[in-house]
């Protein structure tokens, strides 16, 4: 098993920054990919950025040049960087991790983008 919990989440003003944190423990070494997700209301779950165990990734074209996700493999913490927020961005984000032949999901945490 593997334990996702992440933190961060909160009101932040259009323009504004917030970075998300997932701590990350259980059986790490089964780990490759992580990545982020998010949820509008009455939307779909859509992928946000994915990092490899190398650090390639990846963004959805509408956060690419603004969010940056990074890990710290020695911390066992997955990051996303998000700048220059704007409402669209607000949603319930989650972390996920892909350890075959199983994936797992934090809880999320609640990202609200508004003036």
């Known amino acids: 098993q593997v334990q996702l919990v992440e933190s961060g989440g909160g009101l932040v003003q259009p323009g504004g920054s917030l970075r998300l944190s997932c701590a990350v423990s259980?059986?790490?070494?089964?780990?490759?990919?992580m990545g982020w997700y998010r949820q509008a209301p009455g939307k779909q779950r859509e992928l946000v950025a994915v990092?490899?165990?190398?650090?390639?990734?990846s963004y959805e074209a509408s956060v690419k040049d603004r969010f940056t996700i990074s890990r710290n493999n020695a911390k066992n913490m997955v990051y996303l960087q998000m700048n220059s927020l704007k409402p669209e961005d607000t949603a319930v984000y989650y972390c996920?991790?892909?350890?075959?032949?199983?994936?797992?999901w934090g809880q999320g945490t609640q990202v609200t983008v508004s003036s």
């Open positions: 996920k991790a892909w350890a075959p032949p199983s994936n797992f």
């Open positions: 259980g059986r790490i070494f089964s780990i490759n990919t």
């Open positions: 990092i490899s165990s190398g650090g390639t990734t």
